[in-house]
Each structure stands twice: as structure tokens, then as C-alpha cells.
């Protein structure tokens, strides 16, 4: 079974629009993160939660906005949609110690169009 | 901030031969260094992390050296087979951040010569 779940799998979104990508992690980890991959970036960091609290932001685009309704949930919101958001976004969990290992989800692949 | 830098981008060898992947960094606060390797369409899966000063650590198919005087981290494969190709990136980890961020290197795509 997964231990980290993400969806969609896949999401097509028309610019302008706005979409949820769903995390959810079963390891009993108390931090999460958001991460987005893409053909131009290499595997960027863009936030960490412990606690459900905000602990680090890299993004700079207010567009993005994570959502932790649960401990074990950390959804990422996007808004406005540009096409150059389009990336393979990837949620991980960890121990919220330094040195902790990840384990990521197997990601979201969203297009702009 | 830190930045990892990673080398060659793509890398091809012939099955049987050996292969190294290098990543250098900035910040001598580094402690934690991870190679995570992530086949085409899959997420990412770790294959080591170190942290110690001068270390080898051997996996299956593969040695780590990091280097911390040298500020340089590399993982070697041995002996390459079909199972080995895939991307495989580099990380790090600063204490002291407040928060568990790794940085990436840019990703090295290995495949095997037909």
C-alpha cells in the first residue's frame, strides 16, 4: 500500500484557473513537503510544514498556497494557473529532524494549457 | 543560499562498466547527503545517506564517497546493468534552517549503451 498518497495522478488545467493537489501521508511523520520537478528546474523545494505549521517557504508566488486541514494532510493550492507552472509536484513526509529520511509521494503531472 | 552542483548531466555506458556521478557544494554546514535515484515516470527512491567526514559506504551496485574537505559528494556505480538506468540526483541537508529542506542537484540521466 502507499504510504503517501497523491492526487490526481495527472491534471490538465486551463490558464487562469485554479486547482488542488492532494497529499495525504500514513507513516505517522509530523513534517511534510511540497517539491516541483520539471523539465527546465531541477527538483526545487517550495515549502515544509511540522505540525501542520508553516516552518520554510521558497516560493515566491503568493499562487501557491498549502492547505494543511490534518497532520498527516498537506494539499497544495494553485491559483491563477500560468503555463509555466506546468511540473511534476511532488509531496514527501518526514521525521521533523535535520538528517531525517524523506519519503516521496509519486507526484502530481499538471499541464497549463 | 547552498547550491549543489552536479556532473555530467547525461552519462552512457556499456553494460558491465562503471560509472561516477559527482556533486560539489557550498556550504561547509552541510551534514546529511542523500543519492536518490528516480526511474521515468516514478517518484524518487533513496539510496543512501551519509554524514560522516570522509566515508565510503558501499550499496548493492554501488559506492558513496563524500568528501567534506572537498566540499564533494559522488556516487560510483559498479558494474552497470539495465536496472541501473534512470535519474539520480544528489542532495544535502542544513542544520539549522528550522526546517528539513534538501537541495538538489540537477539530476544525472544514466542509460546503457544498446
Known amino acids: 500500500d502507499p504510504k503517501i498518497i497523491q492526487k490526481p495522478k495527472y491534471l490538465v488545467a486551463v490558464t487562469g484557473s485554479e486547482k488542488i493537489l492532494i497529499c495525504e501521508q500514513y507513516?505517522?511523520?509530523?513534517?511534510m513537503y511540497w517539491y516541483r520537478q520539471s523539465a527546465k528546474k531541477p527538483l526545487e523545494f517550495m515549502f515544509s510544514y511540522s505540525y501542520q505549521k508553516l516552518m520554510d517557504n521558497q516560493t515566491a508566488s503568493s499562487r501557491f498556497q498549502p492547505q494543511s486541514s490534518k497532520k498527516n494532510h498537506l494539499d497544495l493550492q494553485i491559483t491563477a494557473l500560468k503555463p509555466d507552472d506546468s511540473a511534476t509536484y511532488f509531496c514527501?513526509?518526514?521525521?521533523?529532524?535535520?538528517?531525517?529520511?524523506?519519503?516521496f509521494g509519486s507526484g502530481t503531472r499538471l499541464l497549463v494549457i | 543560499g547552498e547550491q549543489v552542483e552536479q556532473r555530467p548531466p547525461h552519462l552512457s555506458v556499456r553494460e558491465g562498466d562503471s560509472a561516477v556521478i559527482t556533486c560539489t557544494y557550498t556550504?561547509?554546514?552541510?551534514?546529511?547527503f542523500f543519492w536518490y535515484k528516480q526511474e521515468p515516470g516514478a517518484s524518487l527512491q533513496l539510496l543512501m545517506k551519509?554524514?560522516?567526514?570522509?566515508e565510503i559506504n558501499e550499496g548493492q551496485g554501488f559506492t558513496v564517497l563524500l568528501n567534506k574537505k572537498d566540499k564533494r559528494l559522488s556516487l560510483n556505480l559498479t558494474a552497470a546493468h539495465p536496472g541501473d538506468s534512470a535519474a539520480y540526483f544528489c542532495?544535502?541537508?542544513?542544520?539549522?534552517?528550522?526546517?528539513?529542506?534538501?537541495?538538489f542537484g540537477k539530476g544525472t540521466k544514466f542509460s546503457l549503451i544498446p
Open positions: 507513516l505517522g511523520h509530523n513534517a
Open positions: 514527501a513526509s518526514s521525521q521533523d529532524r535535520v538528517g531525517s529520511d524523506y519519503t
Open positions: 556550504d561547509p554546514n552541510s551534514y546529511y
Open positions: 551519509v554524514f560522516s567526514s570522509t
Open positions: 542532495a544535502n541537508d542544513l542544520p539549522g534552517t528550522g526546517s528539513n529542506r534538501l537541495t
